[in-house]
């Protein structure tokens, strides 16, 4: 399977900790996005890769979360200091170059804070 | 930014019937417009999308209208079946930025046998 895939699939967590999430891209995608979903909505934007440059953050995105994508395939991301408000699934899409629109989800990682 | 909303909420139909989900979008220079599938615990999935410069678009059992001078996107199901049960979302792709998909709050659709 070439999809989107992300790892872990669930963490749970004490308030507090610090947590990484992985996202493995469709290979020779160069476009990456994270999303955040809470029940009940649909997903956020929080922020965009193309290759290794981080081009957009929402404002979603507090000084304790970080994103990279050093070799512009596979991406991490980092929340520090987790708060209970953090609880929700953190989804990764990519996305092929130019003239391509269509975005591709993995199956997300369900963070639980407690 | 863009804003979209998606209603109804939630929709029971059943097996064999059709389902409508509509969407508004507020950005007239947005220009491509996703619907996902979500089931539960899972990621979502793209189901159809269309372009600004078509106004409807096919693919078996599932199409989608676009009015853009009223920036409404529709998407129709016909003959329903069980497994068509999920939450499904519209989105619709900001005309700044990098291509960021702005999504609706959802539809929680029910086929019943």
């Known amino acids: 399977d070439t999809g989107v895939s992300q790892d872990p699939r669930h963490k749970i967590t004490k308030r507090g900790q610090n947590v990484t999430f992985r996202c493995d891209p469709i290979?020779?995608?160069?476009?990456l996005y994270w999303y955040r979903q809470t029940l009940g909505q649909g997903p956020e934007f929080l922020t965009y890769?193309?290759?290794?440059?981080?081009?957009?953050k929402s404002r979603l995105l507090s000084d304790r979360f970080s994103a990279e994508r050093p070799k512009g395939s596979f991406s991490t991301l980092e929340i520090q200091r987790t708060e209970q408000g953090d609880s929700a699934m953190y989804l990764c899409?990519?996305?092929?170059?130019?003239?391509?629109?269509?975005?591709?989800f993995g199956p997300g990682t369900r963070l639980t804070v407690t | 930014g863009e804003n979209v909303e998606q209603h109804p909420s939630t929709l029971s139909v059943q097996e064999g019937d059709s389902a409508v989900i509509k969407c508004t979008y507020s950005?007239?220079?947005?220009?491509?417009f996703p619907w996902y599938k979500q089931e539960l615990g899972k990621g979502p999935q793209l189901i159809i999308d269309?372009?600004?410069?078509?106004g409807e678009k096919k693919d078996q059992r599932i199409a989608v209208t676009l009015n853009k001078t009223a920036k409404h996107f529709s998407l129709h199901i016909t003959e329903t079946q069980p497994e068509d049960s999920a939450v499904y979302f519209c989105?619709?792709?900001?005309?700044?930025?990098?291509?960021?998909?702005?999504f609706g709050t959802g539809t929680k659709l029910q086929v019943i046998p």
């Open positions: 899409a990519s996305r092929a170059g130019t003239g391509a629109y269509e975005q591709y």
């Open positions: 290979s020779e995608h160069n476009r």
């Open positions: 890769f193309q290759n290794e440059a981080q081009l957009e």
């Open positions: 950005d007239s220079a947005s220009n491509y």
């Open positions: 269309i372009r600004s410069n078509v």
């Open positions: 989105a619709a792709r900001d005309s700044g930025g990098y291509q960021k998909v702005t």
